[in-house]
T-cell receptor, first 112, second 117 residues
Framework: DGGITQSPKYLFRKEGQNVTLSCEQN?????MYWYRQDPGQGLRLIYY???????QKGDIAEGYSVSREKKESFPLTVTSAQKNPTAFYLC???????????FGQGTRLTVV | AQKVTQAQTEISVVEKEDVTLDCVYE???????LFWYKQPPSGELVFLIR??????QNEISGRYSWNFQKSTSSFNFTITASQVVDSAVYFC??????????????FGAGTQVVVTP
């Protein structure tokens, strides 16, 4: 089935450690995105990528990094510089920037 | 800067009642796109509808209907004859058409809909 796969579903991290969240899509979409969701709030854009080997910062990029070496993959690294990383992270993709985005099932990251 | 406001934090209804979710947006651009997404307890956002700024025609899809009014910058969503499976958080979102806003979805805070039997 075509779709977006995020792994793992739950992730626990110790303070001071970097952690990488995986996002893979087989929809042949050019654009991919990472959003962060905090309880009771809407989604906020962390990073997005329009094409392979290119990506731009979103509204809350500090403390995060990404790569886009392959069209189907857009991993997100939460670094130790992110002050409050505990959140629900959602990956999405779309054909173009103005079409609807399709989302993965999310990764819930908890810092312990 | 663009903004999306969903003033209703939570709406509780009894099954078979209708429920209307409000969405008000702000943008100075003349070309933009509006979306509604549903987030069930599983967490994945499910796309429901996309509307272009130049198309004010309202739409009905099964028990769902949408009312887009540019004059009031509103894009409201109604669920008719609600069911327990409609319980979820619903998000309204705005996307501009060009410039450095390419691809960015601006989300509202979401409205939690609780449908009880």
């Amino acid at each position: 089935d075509g779709g977006i796969t995020q792994s793992p579903k739950y992730l626990f991290r110790k303070e001071g450690q970097n952690v990488t969240l995986s996002c893979e899509q087989n929809l042949n979409h050019d654009a991919m995105y990472w959003y962060r969701q905090d309880p009771g709030q809407g989604l906020r854009l962390i990073y997005y990528s329009q094409i392979v080997n290119d990506f731009q910062k979103g509204d809350i990029a500090e403390g995060y990094s990404v790569s886009r070496e392959k069209k189907e993959s857009f991993p997100l690294t939460v670094t130790s510089a992110q002050k409050n990383p505990t959140a629900f992270y959602l990956c999405a993709s779309s054909i173009q920037g103005v079409t609807e985005a399709f989302f993965g099932q999310g990764t819930r990251l908890t810092v312990v | 800067a663009q903004k999306v406001t969903q003033a209703q934090t939570e709406i509780s209804v009894v099954e078979k009642e209708d429920v209307t979710l409000d969405c008000v947006y702000e943008t100075r651009d003349t070309t933009y796109y509006l979306f509604w997404y549903k987030q069930p307890p599983s967490g994945e956002l499910v796309f429901l509808i996309r509307r272009n700024s130049f198309d004010e025609q309202n739409e009905i899809s099964g028990r769902y209907s949408w009312n887009f009014q540019k004059s009031t910058s509103s894009f409201n969503f109604t669920i008719t004859a609600s069911q327990v499976v409609d319980s979820a958080v619903y998000f309204c979102a705005l996307r501009l058409a060009g410039g450095d806003s390419w691809g960015k979805l601006q989300f509202g805070a979401g409205t939690q809909v609780v449908v009880t039997p």
